[in-house]
């Protein structure tokens, strides 16, 4: 995995980060925006270990990546696709102000696609770097 996150850095300009707990350094889950083959669309993803979960981690890191991709790579819009059965996924999702959308394509067919747009008009790009106009949903 580390491989593939890294090389999502040079050849879409985006990947994953680990999440450290500030006080005690510990790794405590990862955050990433995906992208490659396997994804129609760049994908706003996270994981957090067992034991850090319910304290706002995910909530905290899911918002700065998303706001970075968003201001500052440009990305138009957002997706998270969610396995129906994982209900606290779901809801961080739609706590981060997405929205289901039930007509995008997805890597698997039985998975939830939640959509996050952008906030701001201005030029956004095609996952391949041509500029495409702005389709900007509701606000975040």
Known sequence: MFCSDHAQWSLFGCGALMIEH????????????NSGPLFPE????????????????????????????LDVRQ???????????????????????????ASAKRPDRSDLLYRHFGKRPGPHFHRDGREQPSRLGPEI
């Open 22 to 33: 500030s006080a005690s350094g510990e790794c405590i889950g990862r955050v990433g925006i």
């Open 75 to 101: 990305l138009e819009t957002l997706v998270s696709y969610v396995d129906p059965k994982n209900v606290r996924s779901a809801k961080w999702a739609e706590r981060l102000g997405a929205t289901l959308d």
């Open 42 to 69: 760049f994908e706003l993803g996270w994981l957090l270990y067992p034991e850090a979960e319910g304290h706002g981690f995910a909530y905290e890191a899911a918002t700065a990546l998303r706001a970075w991709s």
